[in-house]
């Protein structure tokens, strides 16, 4: 059975709730086994700048302003 919650609710709800996709929890379980971004770019293959752009974004979008606050909530949550 779905609960069921008012809308109001559900806009207060959704402003607790950060979406990581796959390719991000990547970028951060590299970030926890402790390489640079430069040496998570040639891992992934990706571009310098796609993976400081997607870890800015990362700690835009779960509010951490120090990549090891991230990588810490990602360890408690279970992410990595």
């Known amino acids: 059975m779905k609960k069921l919650i008012l809308a109001k609710d559900h806009a207060l709800d959704m402003k607790k709730v ?3 996709t796959d ?3 990547q970028i951060v379980a590299e970030m926890a086994a402790g390489k ?3 040496d998570i770019a040639k891992a992934l293959n990706r571009s310098l700048y796609t993976v400081q752009n997607r870890i800015y974004t990362l700690r ?3 509010g951490y302003r ?3 606050f991230l990588v810490a909530a990602f360890k408690d949550q279970g992410l990595i």
């Open 18 to 20: 950060a979406i990581i």
């Open 23 to 25: 390719g991000e929890r």
């Open 36 to 38: 640079s971004a430069e």
């Open 60 to 62: 835009k979008k779960t």
């Open 66 to 68: 120090k990549n090891t």
